[in-house]
């Protein structure tokens, strides 16, 4: 199990972009779906997490993010998003979605997809 995320690229601090995480033959609406983000030289992180099925949005949002992003699913177009606002310098990275919010669960039974490049800066 593969995703594809894109809608990544370059924005000016303050900017907005919003991400697409697609996948073919799975119903992603049956999944937690996650995004995780890592820059260079740092590790992994999670910055959102939306339960199996539910529409809501996740409460798993660290503090770096809390207010700025948000993360949503469309079940009728089998794509979810995460949707970033006020983008900081800092919030440069490649960003990836996942199947589920526990990275070490999504690693034993799906794999990293390519993720999409975020860069932030003046």
Not at 70 to 89: E, T
Not at 93 to 117: L, P
Request: with cysteine; charged share 20%; aromatic share 10%.
């Amino acid at each position: 199990l593969q995703f594809v995320e894109s809608g990544g690229g370059l924005v000016q601090p303050g900017g907005s972009l919003r991400l697409s995480c697609e996948a073919s033959k799975v119903v992603l609406s049956h999944f937690a779906i996650a995004w995780f983000r890592q820059a260079p030289g740092k590790e992994r992180e999670q910055v959102s997490c939306i339960n199996a099925g539910g529409g809501g949005i996740g409460t798993n949002y660290p503090d770096s993010v809390k207010g700025r992003f948000a993360a949503s699913r469309d079940s009728v177009k089998n794509v979810a998003y995460l949707q970033m606002n006020s983008l900081k310098p800092e919030d440069t990275a490649i960003y990836y979605c996942a199947a589920d919010c526990d990275m070490r669960v999504w690693e034993s039974f799906g794999s990293w997809g390519q993720g999409t490049q975020v860069t932030v800066s003046s």
